[in-house]
């Protein structure tokens, strides 16, 4: 690529400068090599065309680090694997959980709760000491849809209704009850103003700065097994079904992998990347 500068159209459709340090930042987040980040860093300047998607520049990226690092080219993946846990959302609502839990919380997954008006079930109910989180989970497989102001509406509405039938109960006297909303993608600035206006609990893919989803699973390593390269689509799903969510479900879980056909030599590649992932847990 020569001096000039290259534009690149970002997933929402706007124009922007192509940043080699933002991909640099990037590729760094992989744990790859310094030596491997350059070759993908040259790669992809050297074939990089004005106005051509971030999508493409991704795609371009992953292919490289795959050739130099499968560990990293893995880890380099994580919002495609988050879109990987559809189609029904139950398994994000099972990772979600598993994200708390590393947070200290005791978590129940799709309880049923008795609200004031009507009963409503709860995607993930989070308690550490007398704090409840009542949370929902969003998910969404097009990383490009937004949570807008309709979602925090609507669970807010929720929250409360339920919020009323606690607080009759006795054993609840000294709980603090929150509403809570967590996404795959990111949220609309009027979602993230009113969920803020009525101190709901939000995530998404990278808010709260440094404590969005991408920040937590980088410090907790509790890396989706959807992130693994070494298993197919297919195999993914049959996982998911059976509500093996993590990597590091499969360590130890040869039998798992067994009866689904996968032959020896494969299964030992798949828990090696597994434990790889696992250890690599930001300090």
């Not at 860093?41 to 051509?52: G, Q, Y």
């Amino acid at each position: 690529m020569n001096s000039k500068q290259i534009y690149v159209t970002k997933m929402s459709g706007e124009r922007a400068l192509f940043e080699e340090e933002k991909l640099r930042k990037s590729l760094k987040r992989s744990r790859a090599e310094d030596e491997v980040i350059n070759k993908v860093i040259e790669k992809v300047k050297a074939e990089i065309k004005d106005f051509m998607s971030t999508k493409e520049i991704y795609r371009m990226a992953f292919a490289q680090l795959r050739k130099n690092s499968s560990h990293a080219a893995a880890r380099y993946k994580l919002k495609q694997s988050i879109l990987e846990l559809g189609p029904t959302g139950f398994p994000f609502e099972d990772y979600v959980s598993e994200l708390l839990k590393f947070k200290n919380y005791h978590t129940e997954v799709r309880n049923l709760v008795e609200g004031h008006c009507v009963s409503h079930e709860i995607d993930i109910i989070a308690q550490r000491e007398n704090r409840h989180i009542l949370v929902e989970c969003k998910f969404h497989s097009d990383q490009r849809r937004l949570c807008d102001v309709k979602v925090p509406l609507y669970i807010h509405s929720r929250f409360k209704d339920v919020e009323e039938e606690l607080k009759k109960k006795t054993k609840y006297n000294n709980t603090e009850f929150v509403g809570g909303l967590v996404t795959n993608t990111r949220f609309s600035s009027d979602a993230l103003k009113y969920g803020l206006c009525m101190g709901l609990y939000l995530v998404s893919w990278d808010y709260p700065q440094g404590k969005g989803l991408k920040s937590l699973i980088d410090q907790s390593g509790l890396h989706p097994l959807t992130s693994l390269l070494t298993i197919s689509k297919y195999e993914k799903q049959q996982l998911l079904d059976k509500r093996i969510i993590l990597c590091k479900d499969l360590i130890g879980k040869e039998k798992v992998l067994k009866e689904l056909q996968i032959s020896e030599p494969r299964i030992k590649k798949i828990i090696s990347e597994a434990e790889h992932l696992c250890n690599l847990i930001t300090n």
